[in-house]
């Protein structure tokens, strides 16, 4: 047993603002660590962080350290990974929560295997077993058709948690915390890559991994127009359009909208499945959504078996009277 204590989130920030995200780890680890009776840390980096870090604590944190450097103005693996060892030697916590994001799924693996650990990748739940005080990992496994609970015998134990799945808790300005400076310690001239263009993804309304209701299509939508139709009632329910490889490699939607193992994951409150047969690979990118419902012509799809309410009919014709009938509900 090592003599690491704590949990340390990763506060991911996002042009100048702590993230969504931040707060929902933020949330699980202060459960986490008040289970273990330990103290919860974030740690902030960037070129400008300093001015978050109340919000961090404010968001459940005891203490923050912060690593501000001009040269950690963009997310870079190199000098990321390298602040992220330091902080991590010198808070040396039990347990490190990253977000699933690109920036985590970069950043977890490497720093496990710089500090001689591993990383459980997307977790879904996390609890803290009562007899072992070990970290218990929940990910969904078998492309979202199975879940299983893991436990990693070194320390830190490292984890990615998938986006919406945790808590935050209401921010509480009058919280005290400690705020801990940590100096990046970076040396230009070693940083291997460099940041040319950043190009923003242009989301018309709104992103697919903040949406509330995502309405997906698949290759039974047979065209571009069919999506015209999604994009209709989902602007009704202040949602998002989603949708299956197929649709995408055919180019009748982005491929910035694909949901699955090579797409987004999403966890809305409803999603609506529109003529997607249910591939493992398509669940395992909405199978968290709190409920589903499904329109396909074959009664023997796989989405039914995943799906909570299911249409079997051509979505021509259901999908028509479907949104008639929620255009009526929203109206009254
Ligand atoms: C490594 C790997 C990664 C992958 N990653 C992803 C991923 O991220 N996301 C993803 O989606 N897929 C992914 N795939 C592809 C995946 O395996 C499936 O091929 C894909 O999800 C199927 O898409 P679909 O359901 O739209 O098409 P299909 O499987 O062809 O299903 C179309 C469905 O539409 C129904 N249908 C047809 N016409 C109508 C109609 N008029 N009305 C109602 N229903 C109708 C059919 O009954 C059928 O069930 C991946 C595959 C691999 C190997």
Same mark, same amino acid.
């Given at each position: 047993?090592?003599?690491?204590?704590?949990? !340390? &989130?990763?506060?991911?920030?996002?042009?100048?603002?702590?993230?969504?995200?931040?707060?929902?780890?933020?949330?699980?680890?202060?459960?986490?660590?008040?289970?273990?009776?330990?103290?919860?840390?974030?740690?902030?980096?960037?070129?400008?962080?300093?001015?978050?870090?109340?919000?961090?604590? /404010?968001?459940? @944190?005891?203490?923050?350290?912060?690593?501000?450097?001009?040269?950690?103005?963009?997310?870079?693996?190199?000098?990321?990974?390298?602040?992220?060892?330091?902080? @991590?030697?010198?808070?040396?916590?039990?347990?490190?929560?990253?977000?699933?994001?690109?920036?985590? #799924?970069? !950043? @977890?693996? #490497?720093?496990?295997?710089?500090?001689?650990?591993?990383?459980?990748?997307?977790?879904?739940?996390?609890?803290?077993?009562?007899?072992?005080?070990?970290?218990?990992?929940?990910? +969904?496994?078998?492309?979202?058709?199975?879940?299983?609970?893991?436990?990693?015998?070194?320390?830190?134990?490292?984890?990615?948690? #998938?986006?919406?799945?945790?808590?935050?808790? /209401? +921010?509480?300005?009058?919280?005290?915390?400690?705020?801990?400076?940590?100096?990046?310690?970076?040396?230009?001239?070693?940083?291997?890559?460099?940041?040319?263009?950043?190009?923003?993804?242009?989301?018309?309304?709104?992103?697919?991994?903040? @949406? &509330?209701?995502?309405?997906?299509?698949?290759?039974?939508?047979?065209?571009?127009?069919?999506?015209?139709?999604?994009?209709?009632?989902?602007?009704?329910?202040?949602?998002?359009?989603?949708?299956? #490889?197929?649709?995408?490699?055919?180019?009748?939607? +982005?491929?910035?909208?694909?949901?699955?193992?090579?797409?987004?994951?999403?966890?809305?409150?409803?999603?609506?499945?529109?003529?997607?047969?249910?591939?493992?690979?398509?669940?395992?990118?909405?199978?968290?959504?709190?409920?589903?419902?499904?329109?396909?012509?074959?009664?023997? /799809?796989?989405?039914?078996?995943?799906?909570?309410?299911?249409?079997?009919?051509?979505?021509?014709?259901?999908?028509?009277?479907?949104?008639?009938?929620?255009?009526?509900? !929203?109206?009254?």
């Amino acid at each position: 047993m090592s003599d690491n204590k704590g949990v !340390l &989130v990763y506060g991911e920030v996002i042009e100048g603002k702590l993230s969504g995200m931040a707060a929902e780890l933020l949330g699980c680890g202060r459960k986490l660590a008040d289970d273990l009776g330990q103290e919860l840390s974030a740690v902030l980096v960037g070129s400008e962080v300093s001015g978050l870090a109340q919000e961090a604590v /404010a968001a459940g @944190a005891d203490k923050v350290y912060v690593v501000e450097d001009s040269l950690l103005e963009d997310y870079q693996t190199d000098t990321y990974v390298s602040v992220m060892e330091k902080v @991590a030697g010198q808070a040396m916590p039990q347990v490190i929560i990253l977000g699933q994001t690109s920036v985590g #799924r970069d !950043l @977890a693996p #490497r720093l496990a295997f710089r500090l001689g650990t591993a990383a459980t990748m997307d977790c879904v739940a996390l609890s803290i077993d009562p007899d072992s005080k070990r970290l218990q990992q929940t990910k +969904p496994v078998y492309g979202g058709n199975a879940q299983a609970i893991y436990t990693t015998d070194t320390d830190p134990q490292i984890v990615t948690v #998938r986006a919406k799945v945790m808590e935050p808790l /209401a +921010p509480d300005a009058g919280r005290k915390g400690e705020v801990i400076n940590v100096e990046a310690g970076l040396d230009a001239a070693a940083i291997k890559t460099t940041v040319l263009e950043k190009v923003k993804e242009e989301v018309e309304g709104i992103k697919l991994e903040d @949406a &509330v209701v995502v309405i997906s299509g698949g290759r039974g939508i047979g065209g571009a127009e069919g999506f015209a139709q999604l994009q209709e009632l989902a602007k009704l329910f202040k949602g998002a359009v989603g949708a299956s #490889r197929p649709a995408c490699d055919n180019e009748w939607i +982005p491929d910035t909208q694909q949901v699955g193992l090579t797409g987004k994951i999403v966890t809305p409150d409803l999603y609506i499945a529109v003529g997607i047969s249910g591939a493992s690979q398509h669940l395992a990118g909405c199978s968290s959504s709190k409920t589903m419902i499904a329109i396909n012509k074959d009664p023997e /799809a796989n989405i039914f078996r995943e799906a909570q309410y299911g249409v079997v009919g051509d979505w021509k014709k259901v999908f028509p009277a479907f949104a008639e009938k929620v255009k009526e509900l !929203l109206a009254g």
